[in-house]
């Protein structure tokens, strides 16, 4: 069986994000990038199935340009065994759908018969490209997955459902898993590993190469489209209660029930 | 929360690494903040070695990573010393007990061994299936190794080992150990003795390791005696190609290059610490980082730490394309260990009466340093080696 992991890059989750232009967005000049937190769960799913034989390849497949490299090789160093980059001048202002038809024929192409992609990325939060990748390609998905069984034909599938229950999920291969934490504990890369990324190929292909429509992607597709960007309003200063003990209970208690409204 | 480690990186030595040297850098970096500071403290005051960590430590590939073969990464010097001072950042013990496995009982095997004993130990050693421990030092022979007096002589297939040696990082956790002993001939005397390595196994007769206590430095580490009250070992456990000092000295001089890079993680460790502590630590209704003395202090870091950072990457690619001469490695050794002990005793004093606790990472670098200004080489014996490279003359006695 032939995985493929969709993987992103993402501001590192400590990044202190600024905005560099209200109509053009953040600026990501400065940013140190890291390979999005719950893709590294999706990432782990796959190679614990390519240890336990049960998958034969793992690709990993990521839509950006060079810069995105680093994070593919990283996750080469674990393991994968093989990346696909997608990067055309096309490609360009791709929303989510854009992006989902991108990655749709890629795995088309490939071969793959189950993707692991994390349940949304930590930078737009949008947490769209999965289940849409599952519906461009006609496949199941389920998202926000923290237990996982793969068998040849199909995996049952464990998320929370709200108020501590559990929803059990069972769907047939292929299919698209949108993984949660707690699914796993990611590995470190080894020093071999790393060795090992370095002689691995990463392809890059463009539109032709996994037969999408050119105008079916990019900006000019977009159904989304930004239009302003801005800090979130400025926190109010605190008040600090006066009085001695019991006269800042009782106006805190006040101020909980009548200003709040929480008691 | 302290603000998240980021290494220094003043003269942007970054552009300069390979791809695989920053991976290896970062990765190592990332195992040290989820795995070795969340533990270290209550190691460092059980006097205790996180044992646990070693199977990682294995996995990861960072035993021997610097050699080729039996099971080693094959990677660079400069990505070695990478690893190293990472490790530092996290304690001298752990990255004591990598070099001590890697530079000193992996590298004479690797080096001097037999084919056979390559394939018996270096692939176990590199995946942390059997530790190793190095054996020079003597209670009464220290900076002057060549007046060792523990020796081996023949007995039909064995040799029989007797004597003492003493500050064994690892000695007591270790499956074998690396032992440097006279050989005397039949009939001679100690002062007839050629110096050869010996693999010392773990429950070979007449062998012990007792643990040294009372450590107020490295109190994260093994350090332990080793014992040979007529130890017997079969002949086929001699290092066959080697011979003198150079045998112990080669080993000595790949873990003092790994010491130099090494220290500059426990020096960047204090200086990030102390940076810290100088933004958000207010006196007098002002950051105490808004004063000049402070600022002084921690340019003065920045200053040594990107000196030290400069020698330590030449250094490593001179070893790396194999130009690299051992008094050059002397001073990158004595020099970093000297400044990084000082950053650690100013970080200490800029953190006021807080540097003294263990809720701080400076005074347990700070003490840690002092071992290794003393071990690999003491500062003062570093500063003879330049001094008799420079005139011609030695000067050690």
Known sequence: MKIGVLLKQVPASDSRIKIADPQRGVALDDVKWEINPYDEFALEAALALLDAKVASDVVLLTVGGADTEQRIRDGLARGATAAVRLDDAAFGGSDCLGVSRILAAAVKAEGITLVFAGKQAIDGDNAQVPAMVAELLGWGYVGEVDQLEVTGAGAKAWRAAGGGARDVVEVGLPAVIGCDKGLNQPRYASLKGIMMAKRKKIDVKGAGAIGVDAGSVGASAALVSETNWGEPPARPPGRVLQGDDAARVKALVAALRDEVKVI | ?397
């Open chain 2, 1 to 397: 929360m302290p603000a998240k480690y980021e290494g220094l990186d003043f003269y942007n030595i970054d552009a300069h690494l390979t791809d695989e040297e920053r991976m290896v850098r970062d990765l190592v970096r990332q195992w040290v903040d989820d795995k070795v500071l969340p533990i270290i403290e209550k190691h460092n005051r059980a006097h205790t070695f996180p044992d646990e960590l070693i199977p990682e430590i294995g996995e990861m590939g960072l035993l021997g990573m610097n050699m080729e073969g039996y099971g080693c990464a094959g990677m660079s010097n400069v990505a070695y010393g990478l690893a190293c001072q990472e490790l530092e950042r996290g304690d001298s013990a752990i990255r004591s007990f990598v070099s001590v496995q890697g530079s000193l009982a992996m590298h004479p095997i690797h080096s001097f061994g037999s084919e056979e004993q390559k394939q018996k130990y270096l692939p176990k050693m590199a995946r942390a299936e059997l530790i190793g421990c190095f054996g020079l030092t003597e209670p009464d022979y220290g900076s002057n190794p060549g007046g060792m007096v523990t020796k081996a002589v023949e007995d039909g297939d064995h040799y029989v080992l007797n004597g003492a040696k003493m500050w064994i990082t690892n000695g007591t956790i270790a499956d074998l150990a690396i032992v440097w002993a006279k050989l005397i001939p039949q009939g001679g005397t100690l002062a007839d003795g050629v110096i050869r390595g010996f693999i010392v196994e773990k429950g070979d007769p007449g062998f012990s390791a007792p643990e040294m206590h009372g450590k107020h430095s490295l109190k994260a580490s093994v350090t332990s005696e080793l014992v040979f009250e007529d130890c017997r070992i079969p002949k086929d456990r001699i290092l066959p190609h080697v011979h003198g000092l150079r045998g112990p000295f080669s080993c000595l001089n790949n873990a003092r290059y790994g010491i130099s890079w090494g220290v500059l993680g426990a020096a960047q460790a204090c200086f990030h610490s102390a940076r810290d502590y100088a933004l958000t630590r207010i006196q007098f209704d002002k950051p105490i980082a808004s004063y000049q003395l402070v600022q002084n202090k921690l340019a003065w870091m920045l200053r040594e730490i990107t000196k030290g950072q400069l020698l330590a990457l030449h250094l490593g690619r001179m070893k790396d394309d194999g130009t690299m001469f051992h008094e050059q490695v002397s001073l990158a050794k004595m020099n970093n260990v000297d400044i990084a002990l000082d950053i650690a005793r100013i970080a200490r004093d800029m953190h006021g009466a807080n540097g003294i606790l263990d809720e701080y990472p400076v005074m347990r670098h700070m003490a840690n340093l002092e071992t290794v200004k003393t071990y690999e080489g003491t500062h003062d014996i570093h500063n003879l080696i330049l001094g008799r490279w420079i005139t011609g003359i030695q000067a050690f006695f």
